[in-house]
């Protein structure tokens, strides 16, 4: 690198100027010619100098509402009156509709049984909040991360996830206690998913005679009415779009504007009132991922009585190895409080590690939760438009989703 692209990396770095030529006042200042400016930041991006340029937000802002949910998933086929014999049917099906998996024969079960699982996890990557999927060595087998914007009821999306896909139990696990770190997914790969504050507001209620009632407005209109409150909905666009690639031309917010239907004048409106909001950092340069290998990272759970997790939370969050450590809600067959993510990998690092920690905060039980393998992994998209249409094609599991027994 030149003198003059470490100058223009430095105020790439600070954020382009809402002005309608920006490049121009960044080739003012790095003393570039206007012409190669866009040349000399494509060649800078090549070289892996940067990683480009885009806006950067501030999630904190958005009001979204997160939890992770762990299912049990996949143990027990359920089998369809379709997979009996039609010989047996008559008597099986005659008492109480029920269907039996020793009345299909074994070979077509386990047809039967793939096609059932692989369909149940794509009925939950298919929810455009669920950016994060894998499978842990559990009863509860399949975990998964998922985000809505404000104005969703995030409790009644999970349960409708859980009755889509067939779950025979699941878990709602959102944060209620942060001891250390951001959350459970930035800890997993920073760099793909950056601090969520995962949070969750429990709603009160819900009698089956209201629960329509309460959630009628949203299933009537788009997200851009529900969130009304928070944002405006040409905010809402400018955040969509502001999460496409940034252009690169000479008048890239002109661009936007074009793409939204709205005078340059406007976006660069809309774009300052998202900074005054405290939505948007800044547009400028952002680092590129290091390529560097993390060390492997482990989930262990602590069954902690909750007069004991104020005092004990603190002390797990003292150690280097600990990553991340978040108070959570405890069942009666998943009785555990506090979740650690854990710097380990190998079966003799973990126990060593949960020794290591037994001596600062006392022998609890605890479970070590290994990832086996990873399903769903993707970067956070706000306020997608396709969280709409998905809410509108299965809102209609609602009402019996939340009257089932799930939880």
Known sequence: MDEKDRLLLTYLQNGLPLIPRPFDVLAAKSRADNADLLVRIQRLKKEGTFGGIKAILEPRAFHYQSAWVAMRLGEKHQVSPEDVPKEQQSVRLGEKHQVFPEDVPNEQQSARRGESSDARLEVLWQHPGVIYGCEREHEFNLWFFIAVPAGYDLEVHVRCLAKLSGAQRFLFLPVCKVFKGNDLLSSLDAEIFPAMSEC??????????????????????PAETVLKDWFLAEEVEMIRQLQEPFPLTDEPYRKIAVDLGITEAQALER??????????????????????????????????????????????????????????????????????????????????????????????????LVTTRELKKKKMN??????????????????????????
């Open 200 to 221: 969750f507001e429990k709603r009160q209620t819900v009698g089956s005679s209201n629960l329509m009632e309460r959630l009628g407005r949203e299933c009537r209109t």
């Open 271 to 368: 774009i300052k009132s998202l900074i005054q909001k405290g939505c948007l950092k800044r547009i400028g340069s952002f680092s590129k991922p290091s390529g560097v290998v993390s060390a492997a990272k482990t989930l262990v759970v602590w069954q902690i009585p909750e007069e004991k997790l104020e005092r004990i939370g603190p002390e797990i969050a003292k150690m280097a190895e600990v990553l991340c450590a978040d108070g959570r809600p405890a069942f009666s067959e998943f009785p555990y409080s506090l979740y650690t993510m854990v710097r380990a990998g190998t079966s003799e690092e973990i126990e060593a590690l949960v020794r290591r920690i037994q001596e600062h905060i006392g022998k609890w039980p605890h479970r070590v």
């Open 382 to 407: 706000y306020f997608p438009k396709e969280l709409d249409a998905w809410w509108h094609e299965n809102r209609h599991a609602v009402e019996t989703a939340f009257h089932e027994n799930s939880m």
